[in-house]
């Protein structure tokens, strides 16, 4: 059930963009939201292709589902439609964790021209994390990194792959795996435990 629904709209402009004499990006329709059953189909159109960026808050203004980021043009991120400026969006009333956002009230916030900028520092403490050298997030907003392990000498480093939350604070370690881990799941998964090139005795 979703309730409470409101629509914002944001238009950012980027200071290159001006300086390279191109307009800033501005709706050519402002953005509506249409509530159809126990879905929202968010509708807008823009003046140009730009950077846009569609999600959804809660009542305290925090940001409960993504819905898309990405440059409109010839290859856009789904679900928006390649080379259109006018765009349908659609909220199935979740959250980014895969769970019913709540009661509300909600507010769609639609946003062009975004830029970056530095915000802070995450895994930043190389006692207990060394680099990271590959990265993915899972549907449930969990980030998993392969990071390094041991001193940055042949023979002495390693590798482990950890489970972090969205702002960076460990969660646990995957690999190696804990003592509670059975050689079946570990062979499941395509690995064998080896010790001088023979299979261990793992439980």
């Known amino acids: 059930m979703i309730r409470g629904l409101t629509v914002n709209w944001l238009s950012l402009a980027l200071t290159s ?10 709706f050519t329709k402002k953005p509506v939201a249409v509530r159809e ?8 159109a823009v003046s140009r292709e730009t950077d846009v960026s569609v999600y959804i808050e809660d ?5 409960v589902r993504h819905l898309v980021a990405g440059v409109l043009g010839k290859n856009p991120p789904a679900p928006l439609k390649p080379n259109a400026l006018a765009q349908t969006v659609e909220w199935d009333g979740k959250a980014d964790w895969g769970k019913p956002a709540g009661p509300g009230p909600f507010k769609v916030r639609v946003a062009l021209g975004l830029s970056a900028k530095y915000d802070r520092e995450v895994i930043a ?10 990265m993915a997030a899972g549907p449930d907003g969990t980030l998993y ?9 042949p023979n002495w480093s390693s590798q ?4 972090l939350n969205r702002d960076g604070t460990f969660q646990r370690t995957l690999i190696p795996p804990p003592s509670t881990v059975s050689r079946e799941q570990i ?5 064998i435990p080896v010790e001088a090139g023979r299979a261990t005795g793992w439980r």
């Open 187 to 191: 062979e499941a998964l395509g690995g």
């Open 125 to 134: 403490d190389p006692m207990s994390i060394g680099g990271v050298q590959a």
């Open 17 to 26: 963009m001006a300086l390279a004499g191109k307009s800033s990006p501005a």
């Open 37 to 44: 059953g126990d879905r929202v189909r968010i509708e807008f």
């Open 145 to 153: 990194a392969v990071v390094g392990a041991g001193a940055g000498v």
């Open 160 to 163: 482990r792959l950890v489970a």
């Open 59 to 63: 009542q305290s203004g925090k940001v």
